[in-house]
């Protein structure tokens, strides 16, 4: 099976116990080709609970959103206040 590269850029403190995780160049994760954000996510060790806002070259996109080799993919956990 054919294998795709994307970074994958984590904000809102999803990086804490990430190992190698370095915030001016992201991760570059390899998937098969073929795969979604969704599997993005358990690569990296994280659910869509965790990350519920996935956004792919500067578009919102959903978590079976198929990714293709190049995409830079920001993940955004939810942010509580009061």
Partial sequence: MKKIHVIVKLHSNLSKGIEGYDHSTG????????????DMLNAVGLSSQDAPVVVVNNIVRKIDYQ???GDEVNIFGLIGGG
Wanted: avoid cysteine; aromatic fraction near 0%.
């Fill in 27 to 38: 991760l570059r994760i390899d998937l098969n080709e073929g795969n979604t954000a969704a």
């Fill in 67 to 69: 990714l293709a080799d």
